[in-house]
C-alpha cells in the first residue's frame, strides 16, 4: 500500500482537489479513490478558507469508503465543543465568545449552527482518532500520525476517541484531560524563566515557548528547545530547561516515523529529523498545500524528495 500523508488544509477545498489529482486520485461513484494508494489527512480539515463544503463533501467520502484515515486537529476539536451543550448546564463546552465565533466564521458561514447537515459534520469530527498508527499486513508499525504532538506518555493515558465524558474533561481549563488534549492538538509550550521574553511572528511579546518535543538532548537549552523565529533565538536563556517541563517531551531515532501538521511552517518543505514531518505549509494563509508520499516498502530516513504542494487550485 501506498500512503499519501496531507497537512492542515483550513477549508480550501480547491487546493485539496488539485492535490489529489496531482497525486493520480481519481473521482469515481463520488469518492476520490486510487488503487493501491491511502490518503492520510493530518487534522484541521477547517476555519478560513472558503469552501468548506466542497472540502468535507471529498474528505468525509474517502474516510467512510477506506479511501483515507485522518486524525482530529484542535480546530475539530474545538467545532465538537462549540457545537456540543454540556448535558447538566446546557452550555455550549466551548463559550460562543465573540473571539471563538470570529475563529469559527469562515465555518458557520457555509454550516449554520444547529443545522443538521452541521450537526451530521460535527458528529463525524467526533469519530476522528486523537492519535493513529498506520501498519502493514503482519501488523508492524509504519509511520504514525498526530495533529501537533506525539508525546507516548500523554498517549498512554488519553483515549484514542473522544467519548462524551472525556470530551466534557478535555473542555475544563485546569484538568489532566485539558492539558494532554492541548499538548497532542497544539503542541507543547513552556514558560521562560522570570525576565525573559521573545517576540512572535506577529511582533507580540511572549513568555512562553512553542517547543521542539522532539528534542531528546538532555540537559537541554531554552534556547536549543524552543520554536522561535529566526533572530529571536539569542534573546532566549542559554540555561538548561527543568526536566519537571520537558519529560514527556522526546522522540528517539529508533521510533517510527511520525507525521504532524500545525505549525505554520513556510519554505521549501522538507523533513525536519530523519523521522520527522511536518506537512502544514500555511495553506490556510496563501501557503501550498504538502503531501509526502509514503511508498510500500519504505524504510530508512524520511527523503525531501517525497513532498509534493499545490499552490493554488
Ligand atoms: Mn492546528
Sequence with gaps: MNY??????????????????????????????QPGARVVFLGDFIDRGSSHRRLLEIVRPMVEAGHA??????????????????????????????KNQRQHRAFLEEYRLHEADTRAVIDWFQTLPLYLEVKDDAGQVLFRAIHACWS????????????????????????????????????????????????????????????????EKRPVSYREMAMVPSGEAEKLPDQPVPESDIGDFSYGPEEPPVFFGHYWLTGQPAPIGNNLACLDYSAGKGGPLVAYHWQEGDTGPLRAERFISVEAG
Design 4 to 33: 499519501h500523508i496531507i497537512g492542515d488544509i483550513h477549508g480550501h477545498g480547491d487546493k485539496l482537489e488539485a492535490l489529489l489529482q496531482r497525486l493520480g486520485y481519481v473521482r469515481k461513484s463520488g469518492c476520490y479513490q
Design 69 to 98: 484515515l485522518a486524525v482530529m486537529g484542535n480546530h475539530e476539536f474545538n467545532a465538537v465543543a462549540y457545537h456540543t451543550r454540556h448535558p447538566q448546564t446546557g452550555q455550549p463546552l466551548r463559550p460562543h465568545s465573540e
Design 152 to 215: 507516548a506518555p500523554v498517549i498512554a493515558r488519553t483515549p484514542q476517541y473522544l467519548d462524551a465524558e472525556f470530551l466534557q474533561q478535555a473542555c475544563k481549563r485546569g484538568t489532566q484531560a485539558f492539558r494532554d488534549v492541548e499538548i497532542l492538538l497544539k503542541g507543547p509550550e513552556i514558560a521562560l524563566p522570570p525576565g525573559f521574553a521573545f517576540h512572535d511572528k506577529s511582533g507580540v511579546e511572549r513568555q512562553h515557548i512553542r517547543i521542539q518535543w522532539w528534542n
